[in-house]
């Protein structure tokens, strides 16, 4: 008979920060390529909901980085996402999101980097912002490690230090939890950032040679050897047996997803999730192709749409063919750029107005403000390619557009409640057999409606595949 739990034995540490902008990031991406050069094997994962540090990772690691949301997951799914990621690999870091202790509330851990820590029983490095610092990082690091009992607060890594005699002073300073090392302020280094923060870490963007040398930062400021060996000393993970996968079911279906530099915004496990039920995945272009791939349905995800409305406007014969994909009947899924793409038009900050696809009757336009942030329970309003109605599941906004609808004879998608509170909303668009809304899904929350997406698509054969 199968064991009920099964040990998992990977090393592991998670890398958290003070608060946000603290240097998590830069340092990860350092620590991963000192790593590597040390000839090990790294699997790499980001607590929260974002989309572009794990393009950073996956730069500096060669492996795709995995999200592990505690709200969105829930505590089995992140386990069981971190032990199917992390199998066979020799360490594995995963960066934090905020501060350590930030989440969903003031008063609990829900959606922090603190929950999942303790729910990989991982050893913690917090890296603080140490300029113009010295005895203080003592009160930091006694206070973040008193806090709560539970955590392992094994270490701090010091952030834009002014020297080596600088980082002397902190060491001495703080005995416990030690510092472990630290990072100097390198202008020179920083990685580029836009309005949603940094950017994703495309090759033009983020040159190969500024992953490298955060690498080399990492190797010659900080003590790797004991960073290694706290990971090596985290205890076995016990997992439930049940959380490992399903044996995939034969192709059903292929799903074309959009994906490049203005669609890209999509969890690893999501795309995982499609095709373990048994769809196949047919990467495109919206800004290249002339035509869709031969597809039964399409998932276009979010991404920066707005930073390309030029040339996805130029690429109308793509266009055309995906209005008449939905106008077919095709399957169409769309997260927040993919609905800003199925619109009529797209408005840019300075005015300028984009054909775009003409699926969804409606105008987004570009703000100077933030419209949306933050997590969303969602149920569906009626029947759709996500299944029956009432179908829930969880996900995330963050968005810098509003919508103007053209027509008043469009059914909303879904009601939306906010994870703080407040009135349901409307929110999304069904149409056909394409569902277009700024929500973006975790479908760990409710893994049937990823399996009815592609349910809907086997039933279908695409306009464009001969029956």
């Given at each position: 008979m199968e064991p009920e739990t099964q040990q998992i034995n990977v090393a592991r540490l998670v890398v958290a920060g003070t608060e946000s902008s603290a240097g998590k990031t830069t340092f990860t991406v350092g620590l991963i390529g000192a790593l590597r050069a040390r000839g090990l094997k790294v699997a790499v994962f980001k607590c929260g909901p974002d989309y572009l540090d794990p393009t950073y990772h996956a730069r500096a690691a060669g492996s795709a980085s995995q999200n592990l949301d505690g709200w969105m997951m829930g505590r089995d799914a992140v386990i069981g996402t971190f032990t199917r990621a992390s199998s066979g690999a020799d360490l594995a870091v995963i960066e934090g999101v905020m501060g350590l202790f930030d989440g969903a509330?003031?008063?609990?851990?829900?959606?922090?980097?603190?929950?999942?820590?303790?729910?990989?029983?991982?050893?913690?490095?917090?890296?603080?912002?140490?300029?113009?610092?010295?005895?203080?990082?003592?009160?930091?690091?006694?206070?973040?490690?008193?806090?709560?009992?539970?955590?392992?607060?094994?270490?701090?890594?010091c952030n834009r230090v002014g020297s080596q005699g600088h980082l002397e002073l902190l060491r001495e300073a703080c005995e416990a939890p030690p510092v472990l090392g630290g990072m100097p302020h390198e202008a020179s280094l920083s990685f580029p950032e836009r309005h949603l923060g940094l950017i994703a870490a495309d090759e033009r963007s983020v040159p190969q040679t500024l992953v490298s040398a955060w690498g080399e930062v990492v190797t010659n400021w900080c003590d790797l050897d004991a960073i290694i060996a706290l990971a090596r000393q985290a205890r076995p993970l016990a997992a439930p047996s049940r959380l490992q996968p399903d044996a995939p079911r034969p192709i059903r279906c292929t799903i074309g997803v959009a994906f490049d530099d203005a669609f890209h915004f999509y969890y690893v496990d999501n795309l995982a999730r499609l095709e373990q039920a048994g769809a196949e995945l047919v990467r495109f272009s919206p800004l290249r192709d002339a035509h869709l791939p031969r597809v039964d349905g399409l998932y276009i995800g979010g991404g920066y749409p707005e930073a390309h409305a030029g040339d996805l406007q130029a690429n109308a014969a793509m266009r055309r063919e995906i209005a008449a994909f939905a106008a077919g009947g095709g399957v169409i899924y769309a997260e927040c750029g993919g609905l800003m793409y199925l619109?009529?038009?797209?408005?840019?900050?300075?005015?300028?107005?984009?054909?775009?696809?003409?699926?969804?009757?409606?105008?987004?336009?570009?703000?100077?403000?933030?419209?949306?942030?933050?997590?969303?329970?969602?149920?569906?309003?009626?029947?759709?390619?996500?299944?029956?109605?009432?179908?829930?599941?969880?996900?995330?906004?963050?968005?810098?557009?509003?919508l103007e609808l053209r027509s008043s004879a469009i059914e909303p998608a879904f009601t939306i409640v906010r994870r703080y509170g407040g009135e349901p909303l409307d929110e999304g668009f069904q149409i056909g057999n394409t569902i277009a809304s700024y929500v973006h899904a975790h479908w760990a929350s409710n893994p049937a409606a990823a399996q009815a997406l592609v349910g809907a698509c086997a039933k279908r054969l695409s306009p464009q595949t001969p029956a």
């Open positions: 509330s003031a008063r609990g851990e829900d959606g922090s980097t603190a929950q999942i820590a303790k729910w990989l029983d991982a050893p913690v490095l917090l890296v603080v912002d140490a300029s113009g610092m010295a005895r203080s990082i003592a009160a930091i690091g006694r206070g973040f490690r008193d806090l709560d009992p539970q955590l392992r607060l094994a270490g701090l890594i619109c009529e038009e797209l408005r840019t900050l300075e005015g300028r107005g984009y054909a775009m696809c003409g699926v969804v009757p409606a105008r987004t336009v570009m703000c100077d403000r933030l419209q949306a942030l933050g997590y969303v329970e969602v149920s569906t309003r009626r029947a759709s390619i996500l299944g029956e109605a009432g179908v829930r599941f969880r996900g995330h906004q963050f968005r810098y557009s509003r």
